[in-house]
């Protein structure tokens, strides 16, 4: 599958975000996050339209390269040439997001097998291990009203995520967000293996809670033990990962 470059086509800025979304997108892809075609991962472009790069609906997220994302407005308009549809549903749930949340410049959301086992769970998130104190300091629910086509859900999704970085929809699968496109990954590698650890933990003996007040100030200590710089101590890393496996991602 040929998709011209759109690289002397967009400014720096948009070719950078393009490089960094569909580099996002092929890394879920490879740590087994992806579920066919069916989520998606959005990033505003900085700027006072609102307007937002969204995945091309019908590729895998392993297919997805910076010049196939699709450029959107607020009312789902495609404002890039494609031959590919954008999904109405993940279009609902992002751009209820983007619209309330400024500082929310991504969007990821998934169906992990994990993450949708813990999402059906009445407990919800336990306190049972250190990746679970980073989301429990920032995490909110969202009850299940089925596939999101309802207009009327938009503002159930924001009244719900507030201000928190973690959103749990239940019965549905994970959310995170985030300043940034890394800071957002690495948001949802926490959530997912947060569940993983859960549901595997589920499946020995009795299980042991964290002190309650450990959970206070997470936010500073994830500062810290990120030398203050955020997603940005292992994106680098993660990029050249993907450099290693296929570096079709930034075409």
């Not at 993983?196 to 964290?210: F, K, M, S, T, Y």
């Not at 993907?242 to 570096?247: A, F, G, I, T």
Request: glycine share 8%; aromatic share 8%.
């Amino acid at each position: 599958m040929q998709i011209a470059s759109l690289k002397a086509r967009v400014s720096a800025e948009e070719w950078q975000l393009r490089c960094d979304l569909a580099a996002a997108y092929r890394l879920v892809a490879a740590y087994g996050w992806s579920d066919l075609v069916f989520t998606h991962i959005s990033a505003r472009i900085p700027g006072p339209e609102h307007h937002f790069l969204i995945n091309p609906y019908g590729l895998l997220f392993e297919e997805i390269t910076a010049s196939s994302l699709v450029k959107v407005d607020q009312e789902c308009r495609k404002l890039s040439e494609s031959s590919f549809p954008v999904n109405p549903a993940g279009f609902l749930i992002h751009s209820a997001i983007h619209q309330v949340r400024e500082d929310a410049g991504c969007v990821l959301h998934t169906h992990s097998r994990a993450g949708v086992g813990v999402s059906a769970q009445q407990c919800g998130v336990l306190p049972i291990s250190q990746q679970s104190t980073f989301v429990l300091s920032s995490l909110a629910y969202h009850d299940y009203e089925g596939v999101a086509l309802r207009e009327d859900e938009r503002m159930r999704l924001q009244a719900d995520l507030g201000t928190a970085s973690f959103l749990m929809l239940r019965n549905h699968g994970l959310l995170a967000v985030g300043r940034t496109i890394p800071d957002a990954f690495l948001n949802m590698y926490v959530f997912e293996n947060t569940c993983r650890i859960q549901i595997d933990a589920q499946a020995g003996g009795e299980l042991v809670h964290v002190n309650p007040a450990i959970l206070q100030g997470m936010q500073e200590v994830m500062k810290t033990a990120t030398a203050g710089l955020g997603a940005g101590v292992a994106w680098p890393a993660l990029l050249r990962k993907l450099e290693r496996m296929d570096p079709s991602y930034r075409t």
